[in-house]
């Protein structure tokens, strides 16, 4: 059945728009090989932690690709977002998530967390794009995926016409945990879809920081410098 409707809807790259061939799923083979990668895992020094530095610990900052204005990153998170494409997030996680496992990060982390929308966006959008990359990372990582600690309390408006210290001050007191003792020791990895100022990031950070965790961590999809 699904080969008879793909005859009618052929399913296209999200990136070059090029036929899918069998067994790829939202981008060719040509377009995941030409992502622009950072290989945060591997560097010593990772890119994007001159955001957190002096802000908060972490203890690794991954990042999967370099968003770029018009590149394939802010294509993938365009239509993970608003294409009502959650299956996107998960490919990424599964394929990032094996590639860290490959370099020994197959016991680096307890729990995932991913960023919460607020219920009413949730509502609008059907599913948190976040919460679909940190399953695919679960999944390759087999580690547990908690979806109901870390929640979000207030709405905020869209923050891409915000300063910097106005996203700051915009994002506190959004973000609550409704159990403290949840990840008591536990190594936490927050995953998000994008990392643009840290801002969101670090107000989660610093609620989850309340739970006494061993070390927090951060994974997202896309990194803009
Ligand atoms: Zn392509």
Do not use: W
């Amino acid at each position: 059945m699904a080969d008879f409707v793909s005859l009618f809807y052929p399913k296209l790259c999200l990136g070059c728009e090029c036929l899918l061939p069998k067994g790829s799923d939202y981008l060719c083979p040509k377009c995941h090989y030409n992502l622009p990668k950072t290989n945060s895992h591997k560097l010593e020094v990772p890119p994007f932690r001159e955001k957190f530095d002096g802000v908060i610990e972490l203890r690794h900052i991954l990042v999967y690709a370099d968003f770029f204005k018009r590149g394939l990153i802010q294509k993938v998170l365009h239509h993970l977002k608003y294409g009502n494409q959650p299956g996107i997030g998960e490919m990424i996680g599964r394929r990032y998530g094996r590639e860290l496992f490959e370099c020994g990060f197959s016991d680096v982390f307890d729990v995932i967390v991913p960023v919460p929308l607020h219920p009413k966006r949730l509502k609008e959008r059907g599913y948190n794009q976040s919460e679909h990359f940190g399953l695919g990372l679960s999944q390759a990582l087999n580690l547990s995926i908690n979806l109901d600690t870390l929640i979000k309390v207030k709405h905020v408006d869209s923050q891409t016409r915000r300063s910097k210290l106005s996203r700051i001050k915009n994002v506190e007191g959004v973000f609550e945990v409704s159990d403290k003792g949840r990840f008591r020791n536990q190594r936490i990895l927050l995953v998000d879809d994008l990392l643009t100022t840290g801002s969101t990031l670090v107000a989660c950070l610093e609620v989850l920081q309340q739970c006494e965790p061993r070390s927090l961590s951060i994974a997202t999809i896309g990194g803009a410098k």
